[in-house]
């Protein structure tokens, strides 16, 4: 499957970009690079980790994935205020989420926006993806 096969079967079949990215045995990374040139993906360096990951606690519910070795993880609540230091971003812990931890941002370097179907539903996700293009995890928005 080359890089025009990935656009369609993303735009007209509503393949996710993990089932491209999958099938295709390549990271998403190299599929979303492919797909910037469609509305529905943009794609930011590492210089915009930070402000992206800041903009995410003004975004009330969101939605966090985390994927490990095809286990999931979800955790649904309004993404945690952080700061950086020592090399990570630092997650507080507030209120009833639960959700904190630390962000390894040397090592995350590109955040993809996507706006896709998934399970017969839009959604648009903020994807954190580490330097060997694999996604570290995924929060869904809005």
């Excluded at 993880?73 to 009833?96: M, R, S």
């Excluded at 639960?98 to 706006?115: C, E, M, P, R, W």
């Amino acid at each position: 499957m080359n890089a025009i096969d990935w656009m369609y079967t993303f735009e007209k079949d509503n393949k996710t970009i993990r089932e491209i990215s999958r099938n295709a045995n390549v990271t998403e990374l190299e599929v979303l690079r492919t797909l910037i040139t469609s509305d529905q993906v943009a794609l930011y360096g590492k210089d915009e980790i930070l402000p992206l990951l800041n903009e995410l606690s003004e975004m009330g519910t969101t939605l966090v994935i985390v994927e490990n070795q095809g286990s999931i993880f979800e955790i649904k609540c309004q993404f945690p205020k952080g700061q950086e230091g020592y090399g990570y971003y630092n997650l507080k812990i507030e209120g009833d989420c639960g959700l904190g931890g630390h962000v390894d941002i040397n090592h995350i370097n590109h955040v993809a926006v996507t706006s896709e179907i998934f399970f017969n539903k839009p959604s648009k996700a903020w994807w954190f993806i580490h330097e060997s293009g694999r996604v570290v995890f995924k929060v869904y928005v809005g």
